[in-house]
C-alpha cells in the first residue's frame, strides 16, 4: 500500500534525525521538525487508505475501533489531527489533545564545513510524557500487523 510506504520513508527520516543528519545549507532545523510532523499526519492517514483501497475489504467503523483500542494510534490520530487543523472540533480518542511538547537539538560541529544535529521530541498526551520515535514506532508496527492481518 503507497501510504504505507510513504510513512516508512518518514519514519527512516525520524530514525535519521534522532541519530544525527549532517546540517545542509538551506534545509534549517525547522525542516527537520516538519519532518517529524508529517510522520505523524501520513501515519494516521493510513487509516484512509485501508478504507478506500479496493485490495481490501474493510469498513470505516472497524479501522476505527482498531485505532481505539491500541493506545499509540488513538495519541498518533490525535496529534495528527491537531497538527492539520490547528485545534480539534471532534471528539478526541485520547483524554486531551496531543501535542509536541518539547525539542531536544543538540549540534556538533567537525571542523569548518561539517555540522551534525541530532534531535529528540516529547509529545504530550495527557499527562503521559511519550518519546516520539517511540510513539511512532509503536503506530508503524501497529499499522504493519494490521495490514498483515488484512491480507
Not at 545549507?25 to 501520513?42: A, K, L, T
Amino acid at each position: 500500500m503507497e501510504q504505507f510506504e510513504i510513512v516508512k520513508r518518514y519514519f527512516k527520516r525520524l530514525e535519521a534525525i534522532y541519530e544525527g543528519v549532517q546540517l545542509s545549507p538551506g534545509y534549517n532545523r525547522e525542516c527537520y521538525d516538519d519532518d517529524v510532523m508529517s510522520f505523524f499526519i501520513h501515519c494516521y492517514h493510513v487509516r484512509d487508505w485501508l478504507i478506500h483501497d479496493e485490495n481490501f475489504n474493510i469498513s470505516s467503523r472497524e479501522v476505527d475501533e482498531y485505532i481505539d483500542t491500541h493506545r499509540a494510534l488513538s495519541v498518533c490520530t490525535d496529534l495528527a489531527n491537531g497538527l492539520k487543523h490547528c485545534r480539534l472540533t471532534r471528539r478526541t480518542r485520547t483524554e486531551n489533545q496531543p501535542h509536541v511538547s518539547g525539542r531536544e537539538r543538540l549540534t556538533s560541529k567537525f571542523g569548518d564545513e561539517l555540522s551534525v544535529m541530532s534531535c529528540k521530541y516529547r509529545v504530550m498526551s495527557s499527562n503521559e510524557n511519550i518519546d516520539a520515535l517511540d510513539l511512532a514506532k509503536e503506530c508503524v508496527r501497529l499499522w504493519d500487523d494490521f495490514i498483515i492481518e488484512l491480507a
